[in-house]
C-alpha cells in the first residue's frame, strides 16, 4: 500500500461526514504529493486538512480546496511554509470559512506576484529563487482588514481573494494596502460601493501606465476621504481623464489633485474633472508648464490652482505662454499681495473684470463683442444704411445653409461675422482684419453681388447666357423648366455645378475688391496686406490636381499675387485665356452681370482640363509673370495644347480666402423672394411652389444640410425650408413695437394668430459686482426680455371709476410741470432782443409800401418737454403680500353663534361675504392701481414713458417683462397688460434695473429717469 493510500485509509471515513467529495480531494492531492513528501510529511499535511475542515460549520469547504490546490504549490514553498499557510488559512476560517476557501483557491495564481519582479525565475535545479511564502501572510492580513464579523464584509474580503491575482499583477503588496485602505473606507459607508471598486480595481491598474498606478491611488485615497460617494466615479472616469495628460505630467498633476482635495473637501474631485477636461483641450508642450503653476497657486489658494486649469484652453487661444505668465501674475498679485484669496478665485475662473481686462491688454486677438459698434458705424459710413453687424453664430444657428461660424458672410440684409479674429499678433492688424472682412461684405450688398439678372447685359460684355440656355436645351431635347432665382437659372446651363459656382465665386469676389481698392482708398492698404497674407498661407499649387491648380491659380490672380502663382509650361496658353477674362471684371464700372458672363467664359476652359494629379513633374510647373502672359496668349493655337490623360480625382473648388468669407448668391436671392412674398408682393417669377423649393435645394451647392439620417432626407429639407420661411417673416416683422407697416401695435387688437406664436424671448448679460472679490464678475446675470401677457380692459376702466378723483387732481398737478426745454420764439411785437433778420426785412418791406406789421422781436420761451421715464416694477412673489394684515378686531355681538350649531352655518356664510366683498388689497394690487394714476397723467402732459416688471429665479434666468416699450404707443394692449401685472419669482433686482439703464441710454431724450416701484426687499 502506498503511502497516498495509508493516508486516504486513515482519514477518508472522517472527511466523508463533513463533505462527500472530500476524500476524494485528500486522495488526489496525497497521490500528487508523496513523491515530494516524506510519509511523516505526508501524513503530517493530510492532518493539517482535516483540521482545517473540523474548524468550523463549513469550514471543510476551505479544506476541500487545500488537498486540491497543495500540489500547485510545489516548488515554490517549502514544506514548513506549506504549512504555515495552512495556519494562515485556520486563522481566516475564524473569520469565515468563505474567506479561507477563497484565500486558498487564489494562492496558486498569486505566486510569481508576490516574489517580485526581479526574482520570477527557476533556479538551475528548478527550485524558485525568492520565497513567496514569506508574503502570504501580509497578503492575507489585507483581506483579514475587510472582515467586519457580518456577512457584506465577509463577501468583500473574499472578494478581494477573488481579484488578488489581477490585483498583484499590477500592484506590488504594499499598493494593494493602500488599495484596501481606500476600500475598507468606502465599506463604512456602503459595501456596494466598496466591492463594486474593488472589483474595477484589477482592470483598472492594469490598462494604467505604470508610472501613474500609484499616483491615481493616493488621490483615490483622497477622494474617499473627502467625498466617498465620487471614488466610483473616479474610478470609472479617471483613466480616460489623465489620458489626455502628457504622460511625463500626469503623477504631478493626480499629486496637485490630491493635495487640492484633502484641502478644498468635497468639491476637490468636481475641480479634478474640470482641470483634467481643460488639460485635453490644450497642447501637450504647455501641460508641464501649466502643472507648475497651479502647484505654484495651490499654495495659497487650491481651488484658484484648479480653475487656473480650467481656464487654460480659454486664455492660451488668446496669449502666448510669455503672455500667460504675466497673466498669471494679475491673479497671483491678488492672491499673495493683497491676500484677496476670493478675488484671485474669481480672476482664475475668468469670473472676473480685472481678468478679462488684462487678457484684453495681453492678447492679440479681437473679440467682435467689443468692436461691432465701430464696425456699424464703419458700414453705415460706406453704405449709407443702417446695417447689422451680427455674429455668424447666429447664423449657423438659424439653420439656413451656413454651416461655418469663423467665417464671414452675408445673408443680403446684415453682415455676419466672426466671433473673434486672432490671424495676427497685434491687435491693429487684427482690427484691420474686422474692418476688411466687414467692407468685402458691404461691397457685396453695395455693389450688387445678388442682383443678378439671366437677361440682362453687362457693362462690359454683351449677354450670352439666353443663347446658351437656348443651344442646351435644343441639344438636350428638353422644354424649359421653371426655376426660382436667376442665380439657379445660371447654374443650370452647366453640367458641373461646383465647378460653376466656385467660378462663379472667384470671378465676382475680383469684381468686389477692385470696386473696394477704387472706392475706399483707406482700406487699401489693410486689403492688400490680408491678399498678400491668404496666398502666402494656400495649399502648394503643384501637388494638386490639374483642374482645382487652375482655379487655384485664378484665385492667386484675383488676390493680385502672382509671384504665388504655378502652372505647367505646355499648358501655359490656357491660363492666359483664363487670366485674360478675369481682367475683364477688374475694370471701371463692371457689374455682376460682367462677372457671370466672365465665368461662363472660364468654365468652356477649365472643362477641357482633365482633374489628373501627378500628371507634371515639379520642375515642370513654371511662375507666372506678365510678360509669359502675354506671350502665350499670342502663341495659343486655336485647339490648344495636348491636354494630359489619367485617372481624374473628384472635383472639389478651392476655398475661399478668409477675408472674402461665404458666398451663397442663390440662398440671398432665394431668401430675398420669399421675403417679397411674405409681404404679398408678386416675386418676379410668380411665386415660388413646394416643388421648385424642393428641386433647388436638392441641386444647389450652396446648401450643406449636415447630419441627414439615410432615409430622412424629405424631413430635413422640410425642416430647412421652414427656417428660411422663419427667416424671411422675420425680416418682414421689423423692429418690436411695430407692425410691419409701420404702424403702432400697441393699438392693434389682439387677434387670433397673435396669440397663437410662441413668446420670444431676448436675453442679455450683464455685469455684477461681488464684495467678496472686489470686482465685477463679467456677463455674470443673464435678462430675458419678453412682452408681458394680455388680459382684460375691465380692470383698467374700473380702476379709473374707482379713484376718479384722485386721477383727475393727479392729471392736474402734472400740467402744472414747467417745459425743460428753452425754445426761441420769432416774429413777435415785443421780446428780449431784435432778430436783425427780421428787422432788416421789415425795412425793405416798408420802404417798397409794402409788408405786415412790425414783429422784428424774440424771445426764448420755455415751450418743450423732451423727457423719458421708465418705470420698473417689482413682481417677485414677496408683492402678493396684504398691505395690512386683518385685525380681530371679535366682539361678542347679537349674530354670534353663541355655541349654538344652528347659527353656525349662517354666521359663517355672513361673514365670509364681508371678506369676498373687501377682499385685503396686497402690493402688487397698490403697483397696478398707482401705474394707471401715472400713466394718465403721462399721456396729459406727452412724455415718453415706458413700463416693465421684473422678477426671476437666480442669476441665469432674470425675467424682463415689457408692459409698453418706451417707443411704444399707449393704447389698449398697454392697458390689458397692465392687467396681468402678477407676482411671480424671487427678486433679482440689479440686472433688471441695468437692463432698464440700457433701455433709456438707447433712447433719444434730454431728460432720462428711471423710478423703481418695489417693496424693498431685495435678494442681490
Same mark, same amino acid.
Given at each position: 500500500?502506498?503511502?497516498?493510500?495509508?493516508?486516504?485509509?486513515?482519514? $477518508?471515513?472522517?472527511?466523508?461526514?463533513?463533505?462527500?467529495?472530500?476524500?476524494?480531494?485528500?486522495?488526489?492531492? $496525497?497521490?500528487?504529493?508523496?513523491?515530494?513528501?516524506?510519509?511523516?510529511?505526508?501524513?503530517?499535511?493530510?492532518?493539517?486538512?482535516?483540521?482545517?475542515?473540523?474548524?468550523?460549520?463549513?469550514?471543510?469547504?476551505?479544506?476541500?480546496?487545500?488537498?486540491?490546490?497543495?500540489?500547485?504549490?510545489?516548488?515554490?514553498?517549502?514544506?514548513?511554509?506549506?504549512?504555515?499557510?495552512?495556519?494562515?488559512?485556520? @486563522?481566516?476560517?475564524?473569520?469565515?470559512?468563505?474567506?479561507?476557501?477563497?484565500?486558498?483557491?487564489?494562492?496558486?495564481?498569486?505566486?510569481?506576484?508576490?516574489?517580485?519582479?526581479?526574482?520570477?525565475?527557476?533556479?538551475?535545479?528548478?527550485?524558485?529563487?525568492?520565497?513567496?511564502?514569506?508574503?502570504?501572510? &501580509?497578503?492575507?492580513?489585507?483581506?483579514?482588514?475587510?472582515?467586519?464579523?457580518?456577512?457584506?464584509?465577509?463577501?468583500?474580503?473574499?472578494?478581494?481573494?477573488?481579484?488578488?491575482?489581477?490585483?498583484?499583477?499590477?500592484?506590488?503588496?504594499?499598493?494593494?494596502?493602500?488599495?484596501?485602505?481606500?476600500?475598507?473606507?468606502?465599506?463604512?459607508?456602503?459595501?456596494?460601493?466598496?466591492?463594486?471598486?474593488?472589483?474595477?480595481?484589477?482592470?483598472?491598474?492594469?490598462?494604467?501606465?505604470?508610472?501613474?498606478?500609484?499616483?491615481?491611488?493616493?488621490?483615490?485615497?483622497?477622494?474617499?476621504?473627502?467625498?466617498?460617494?465620487?471614488?466610483?466615479?473616479?474610478?470609472?472616469?479617471?483613466?480616460?481623464?489623465?489620458?489626455?495628460?502628457?504622460?511625463?505630467?500626469?503623477?504631478?498633476?493626480?499629486?496637485?489633485?490630491?493635495?487640492?482635495?484633502?484641502?478644498?473637501?468635497?468639491?476637490?474631485?468636481?475641480?479634478?474633472?474640470?482641470?483634467?477636461?481643460?488639460?485635453?483641450?490644450?497642447?501637450?508642450?504647455?501641460?508641464?508648464?501649466?502643472? *507648475?503653476?497651479?502647484?505654484?497657486?495651490?499654495?495659497?489658494? &487650491?481651488?484658484?490652482?484648479?480653475?487656473?486649469?480650467?481656464?487654460?484652453?480659454?486664455?492660451?487661444?488668446?496669449?502666448?505662454?510669455?503672455?500667460?505668465?504675466?497673466?498669471?501674475?494679475?491673479?497671483?498679485?491678488?492672491?499673495? =499681495?493683497?491676500?484677496?484669496?476670493?478675488?484671485?478665485?474669481?480672476?482664475?475662473?475668468?469670473?472676473?473684470?480685472?481678468?478679462?481686462?488684462?487678457?484684453?491688454?495681453?492678447?492679440?486677438?479681437? =473679440?467682435?463683442?467689443?468692436?461691432?459698434?465701430?464696425?456699424?458705424?464703419?458700414?453705415?459710413?460706406?453704405?449709407? =444704411?443702417?446695417?447689422?453687424?451680427?455674429?455668424?453664430?447666429?447664423?449657423?444657428?438659424?439653420?439656413?445653409?451656413?454651416?461655418?461660424?469663423?467665417?464671414?458672410?452675408?445673408?443680403?440684409?446684415?453682415?455676419?461675422?466672426?466671433?473673434?479674429?486672432?490671424?495676427?499678433?497685434?491687435?491693429?492688424?487684427?482690427?484691420?482684419? !474686422?474692418?476688411?472682412?466687414?467692407?468685402?461684405?458691404?461691397?457685396?450688398?453695395?455693389?450688387?453681388?445678388?442682383?443678378?439678372?439671366?437677361?440682362?447685359?453687362?457693362?462690359?460684355?454683351?449677354?450670352?447666357?439666353?443663347?446658351?440656355?437656348?443651344?442646351?436645351?435644343?441639344?438636350?431635347?428638353?422644354?424649359?423648366? $421653371?426655376?426660382?432665382? &436667376?442665380?439657379?437659372?445660371?447654374?443650370?446651363?452647366?453640367?458641373?455645378?461646383?465647378?460653376?459656382?466656385?467660378?462663379?465665386?472667384?470671378?465676382?469676389?475680383?469684381?468686389? *475688391?477692385?470696386?473696394?481698392?477704387?472706392?475706399?482708398?483707406?482700406?487699401?492698404?489693410?486689403?492688400?496686406?490680408?491678399?498678400?497674407?491668404?496666398?502666402?498661407?494656400?495649399?502648394?499649387?503643384?501637388?494638386?490636381?490639374?483642374?482645382?491648380?487652375?482655379?487655384?491659380?485664378?484665385?492667386?490672380?484675383?488676390?493680385?499675387?502672382?509671384?504665388?502663382?504655378?502652372?505647367?509650361?505646355?499648358?501655359?496658353?490656357?491660363?492666359?485665356?483664363?487670366?485674360?477674362?478675369?481682367?475683364?471684371?477688374? =475694370?471701371?464700372?463692371?457689374?455682376?452681370?460682367?462677372?457671370?458672363?466672365?465665368?461662363?467664359?472660364?468654365?468652356?476652359?477649365?472643362?477641357?482640363?482633365?482633374?489628373?494629379?501627378?500628371? !507634371?513633374?515639379?520642375?515642370?510647373?513654371?511662375?507666372? *509673370?506678365?510678360?509669359?502672359?502675354?506671350?502665350?496668349?499670342?502663341?495659343?493655337?486655336?485647339?490648344?495644347?495636348?491636354?494630359?490623360?489619367?485617372?481624374?480625382?473628384?472635383?472639389?473648388? /478651392?476655398?475661399?480666402?478668409?477675408?472674402?468669407?461665404?458666398?451663397?448668391?442663390?440662398?440671398?436671392?432665394?431668401?430675398?423672394?420669399?421675403?417679397?412674398?411674405?409681404?404679398?408682393?408678386?416675386?418676379?417669377?410668380?411665386?415660388?411652389?413646394?416643388?421648385?423649393?424642393?428641386?433647388?435645394?436638392? %441641386?444647389? +451647392?450652396?446648401?450643406?444640410?449636415?447630419?441627414?439620417?439615410?432615409?430622412?432626407?424629405?424631413?430635413?429639407?422640410?425642416?430647412?425650408?421652414?427656417?428660411?420661411?422663419?427667416?424671411?417673416?422675420?425680416?418682414?416683422?421689423? /423692429?418690436?413695437?411695430?407692425?410691419?407697416?409701420?404702424?403702432?401695435?400697441?393699438?392693434?387688437?389682439?387677434?387670433?394668430?397673435?396669440?397663437?406664436?410662441?413668446?420670444?424671448?431676448?436675453?442679455?448679460?450683464?455685469?455684477?459686482?461681488?464684495?467678496?472679490?472686489? @470686482?465685477?464678475?463679467?456677463?455674470?446675470?443673464?435678462?430675458?426680455?419678453?412682452?408681458?401677457?394680455?388680459?382684460?380692459?375691465?380692470? !383698467?376702466?374700473?380702476?379709473?371709476?374707482?379713484?376718479?378723483?384722485?386721477?383727475?387732481?393727479?392729471?392736474?398737478?402734472?400740467?402744472?410741470?414747467?417745459?425743460?426745454?428753452?425754445?426761441?420764439?420769432?416774429?413777435?411785437?415785443?421780446?428780449?432782443?431784435?432778430?436783425?433778420?427780421?428787422?432788416?426785412?421789415?425795412?425793405?418791406?416798408?420802404?417798397?409800401?409794402?409788408?405786415?406789421?412790425?414783429?422784428?422781436?424774440?424771445?426764448?420761451?420755455?415751450?418743450?418737454?423732451?423727457?423719458? +421715464?421708465?418705470?420698473?416694477?417689482?413682481?417677485?412673489?414677496?408683492?402678493?403680500?396684504?398691505?395690512?394684515?386683518?385685525?380681530?378686531?371679535?366682539?361678542?355681538?347679537?349674530?354670534?353663534?353663541?355655541?349654538?350649531?344652528?347659527?353656525?352655518?349662517?354666521?359663517?356664510?355672513?361673514?365670509?361675504?364681508?371678506?369676498?366683498?373687501?377682499?385685503? %388689497?396686497?402690493?402688487?394690487?397698490?403697483?397696478?392701481?398707482?401705474?394707471?394714476?401715472?400713466?394718465?397723467?403721462?399721456?396729459?402732459?406727452?412724455?415718453?414713458?415706458?413700463?416693465?416688471?421684473?422678477?426671476? !429665479?437666480?442669476?441665469?434666468?432674470?425675467?424682463?417683462?415689457?408692459?409698453?416699450?418706451?417707443?411704444?404707443?399707449?393704447?389698449?394692449?398697454?392697458?390689458?397688460?397692465?392687467? %396681468?401685472?402678477?407676482?411671480?419669482?424671487?427678486?433679482?433686482?440689479? &440686472?433688471?434695473?441695468?437692463?432698464?439703464?440700457?433701455?433709456?441710454?438707447?433712447?433719444?431724450?434730454?431728460?432720462?429717469?428711471?423710478?423703481?416701484?418695489?417693496?424693498?426687499?431685495?435678494?442681490?
Amino acid at each position: 500500500m502506498s503511502a497516498a493510500d495509508d493516508v486516504l485509509t486513515r482519514y $477518508a471515513d472522517e472527511l466523508r461526514g463533513f463533505g462527500p467529495s472530500l476524500p476524494d480531494d485528500l486522495a488526489g492531492g $496525497a497521490r500528487a504529493l508523496e513523491r515530494r513528501l516524506s510519509e511523516e510529511d505526508l501524513d503530517r499535511w493530510a492532518a493539517a486538512g482535516v483540521a482545517l475542515a473540523r474548524h468550523s460549520l463549513r469550514s471543510w469547504e476551505a479544506a476541500g480546496e487545500y488537498f486540491r490546490v497543495s500540489p500547485r504549490l510545489f516548488p515554490a514553498f517549502s514544506f514548513e511554509e506549506l504549512l504555515d499557510w495552512q495556519e494562515v488559512a485556520l @486563522d481566516l476560517a475564524e473569520s469565515s470559512s468563505m474567506i479561507a476557501a477563497a484565500f486558498v483557491r487564489a494562492t496558486p495564481e498569486v505566486l510569481q506576484p508576490l516574489q517580485g519582479a526581479d526574482t520570477r525565475d527557476l533556479g538551475i535545479m528548478g527550485e524558485w529563487i525568492g520565497r513567496p511564502g514569506e508574503q502570504v501572510r &501580509p497578503w492575507a492580513a489585507l483581506g483579514k482588514r475587510l472582515a467586519h464579523g457580518n456577512w457584506k464584509s465577509v463577501a468583500l474580503a473574499a472578494s478581494f481573494f477573488e481579484q488578488s491575482p489581477a490585483l498583484l499583477h499590477a500592484l506590488p503588496l504594499e499598493a494593494v494596502g493602500e488599495l484596501i485602505d481606500v476600500v475598507d473606507r468606502l465599506s463604512d459607508r456602503s459595501y456596494q460601493l466598496a466591492a463594486s471598486c474593488l472589483e474595477r480595481s484589477g482592470e483598472l491598474f492594469a490598462d494604467l501606465a505604470p508610472p501613474d498606478r500609484r499616483p491615481f491611488l493616493e488621490f483615490a485615497d483622497a477622494v474617499a476621504q473627502a467625498s466617498w460617494a465620487d471614488t466610483r466615479l473616479y474610478f470609472e472616469r479617471g483613466p480616460a481623464l489623465i489620458a489626455n495628460i502628457d504622460r511625463d505630467e500626469r503623477a504631478a498633476f493626480l499629486q496637485l489633485a490630491a493635495d487640492v482635495t484633502e484641502k478644498v473637501g468635497r468639491q476637490g474631485y468636481p475641480l479634478f474633472i474640470e482641470a483634467a477636461e481643460s488639460l485635453a483641450q490644450v497642447e501637450p508642450t504647455y501641460h508641464e508648464t501649466l502643472v *507648475d503653476l497651479a502647484r505654484r497657486l495651490a499654495v495659497g489658494s &487650491p481651488a484658484a490652482a484648479m480653475s487656473f486649469l480650467r481656464s487654460s484652453p480659454t486664455v492660451l487661444t488668446r496669449l502666448t505662454a510669455d503672455q500667460l505668465e504675466r497673466w498669471l501674475q494679475g491673479g497671483w498679485d491678488l492672491l499673495f =499681495e493683497a491676500g484677496n484669496i476670493e478675488g484671485a478665485e474669481a480672476y482664475f475662473r475668468l469670473e472676473s473684470q480685472r481678468a478679462e481686462e488684462m487678457l484684453e491688454t495681453l492678447s492679440a486677438r479681437i =473679440e467682435l463683442r467689443n468692436v461691432s459698434n465701430t464696425l456699424r458705424l464703419y458700414a453705415k459710413a460706406l453704405t449709407g =444704411e443702417q446695417i447689422a453687424i451680427r455674429s455668424t453664430e447666429d447664423l449657423v444657428d438659424a439653420g439656413i445653409g451656413w454651416v461655418q461660424e469663423s467665417v464671414a458672410t452675408t445673408e443680403g440684409s446684415a453682415i455676419y461675422l466672426p466671433p473673434y479674429v486672432s490671424t495676427f499678433n497685434e491687435q491693429r492688424q487684427n482690427f484691420l482684419s !474686422y474692418k476688411v472682412y466687414a467692407t468685402h461684405q458691404s461691397g457685396r450688398m453695395e455693389f450688387g453681388s445678388f442682383l443678378f439678372d439671366f437677361e440682362a447685359e453687362g457693362a462690359h460684355t454683351p449677354s450670352t447666357l439666353i443663347e446658351r440656355e437656348e443651344t442646351k436645351l435644343s441639344s438636350n431635347g428638353h422644354e424649359a423648366v $421653371a426655376v426660382t432665382t &436667376p442665380m439657379e437659372r445660371y447654374f443650370d446651363l452647366f453640367e458641373d455645378r461646383e465647378l460653376i459656382s466656385g467660378l462663379f465665386t472667384i470671378v465676382e469676389d475680383a469684381r468686389i *475688391d477692385a470696386h473696394i481698392s477704387r472706392e475706399y482708398g483707406g482700406i487699401r492698404p489693410a486689403l492688400r496686406e490680408l491678399q498678400a497674407h491668404e496666398a502666402a498661407n494656400r495649399t502648394n499649387i503643384s501637388r494638386m490636381a490639374l483642374r482645382e491648380a487652375y482655379l487655384e491659380n485664378l484665385l492667386r490672380a484675383s488676390l493680385k499675387q502672382p509671384q504665388t502663382m504655378r502652372w505647367p509650361r505646355d499648358l501655359m496658353p490656357l491660363m492666359a485665356r483664363g487670366i485674360d477674362q478675369l481682367k475683364i471684371v477688374d =475694370e471701371r464700372g463692371a457689374d455682376v452681370q460682367d462677372s457671370a458672363e466672365v465665368a461662363a467664359t472660364i468654365y468652356a476652359i477649365v472643362e477641357s482640363i482633365p482633374n489628373v494629379a501627378g500628371a !507634371y513633374a515639379e520642375i515642370d510647373w513654371d511662375e507666372i *509673370d506678365e510678360d509669359m502672359i502675354q506671350f502665350t496668349t499670342e502663341a495659343g493655337g486655336a485647339d490648344g495644347p495636348e491636354m494630359p490623360s489619367g485617372e481624374e480625382a473628384d472635383f472639389s473648388a /478651392p476655398d475661399q480666402p478668409e477675408f472674402r468669407g461665404d458666398f451663397k448668391p442663390e440662398i440671398v436671392q432665394l431668401m430675398m423672394k420669399l421675403k417679397q412674398q411674405s409681404e404679398g408682393e408678386e416675386p418676379m417669377g410668380g411665386q415660388l411652389t413646394q416643388e421648385q423649393l424642393e428641386a433647388l435645394l436638392e %441641386k444647389s +451647392v450652396e446648401i450643406v444640410i449636415s447630419d441627414i439620417a439615410e432615409g430622412d432626407i424629405a424631413s430635413s429639407m422640410g425642416m430647412f425650408l421652414t427656417n428660411l420661411e422663419r427667416e424671411a417673416l422675420d425680416a418682414k416683422q421689423g /423692429p418690436p413695437g411695430q407692425t410691419p407697416d409701420g404702424a403702432d401695435a400697441g393699438d392693434s387688437s389682439s387677434g387670433s394668430g397673435a396669440s397663437e406664436l410662441p413668446i420670444e424671448v431676448n436675453w442679455s448679460y450683464y455685469d455684477e459686482w461681488d464684495f467678496r472679490a472686489g @470686482d465685477y464678475r463679467p456677463r455674470w446675470c443673464r435678462v430675458g426680455e419678453r412682452p408681458s401677457e394680455e388680459g382684460e380692459l375691465d380692470y !383698467y376702466e374700473e380702476t379709473l371709476k374707482t379713484h376718479h378723483g384722485l386721477v383727475t387732481e393727479t392729471r392736474r398737478q402734472f400740467e402744472l410741470l414747467r417745459p425743460e426745454h428753452f425754445r426761441r420764439i420769432k416774429r413777435l411785437e415785443d421780446g428780449e432782443d431784435v432778430d436783425l433778420d427780421q428787422a432788416i426785412e421789415f425795412i425793405v418791406d416798408k420802404r417798397a409800401g409794402v409788408g405786415p406789421l412790425g414783429r422784428v422781436y424774440w424771445r426764448r420761451n420755455k415751450v418743450e418737454r423732451d423727457v423719458a +421715464v421708465a418705470f420698473l416694477l417689482d413682481m417677485s412673489a414677496s408683492t402678493d403680500e396684504e398691505i395690512e394684515k386683518t385685525q380681530s378686531n371679535y366682539q361678542p355681538s347679537d349674530d354670534d353663534f353663541d355655541d349654538d350649531p344652528r347659527k353656525y352655518f349662517q354666521w359663517l356664510t355672513q361673514r365670509r361675504a364681508r371678506f369676498t366683498a373687501a377682499p385685503p %388689497k396686497r402690493i402688487i394690487d397698490l403697483e397696478k392701481e398707482s401705474l394707471v394714476l401715472i400713466v394718465e397723467a403721462l399721456e396729459a402732459i406727452g412724455d415718453t414713458y415706458g413700463i416693465y416688471g421684473f422678477s426671476g !429665479y437666480g442669476r441665469d434666468n432674470v425675467e424682463f417683462h415689457v408692459i409698453k416699450d418706451l417707443n411704444e404707443m399707449f393704447g389698449d394692449r398697454t392697458r390689458r397688460r397692465i392687467d %396681468k401685472i402678477t407676482p411671480i419669482r424671487s427678486t433679482r433686482m440689479g &440686472p433688471a434695473i441695468r437692463h432698464t439703464v440700457a433701455k433709456l441710454d438707447a433712447y433719444d431724450a434730454k431728460v432720462k429717469l428711471l423710478i423703481l416701484v418695489s417693496d424693498g426687499r431685495p435678494q442681490d
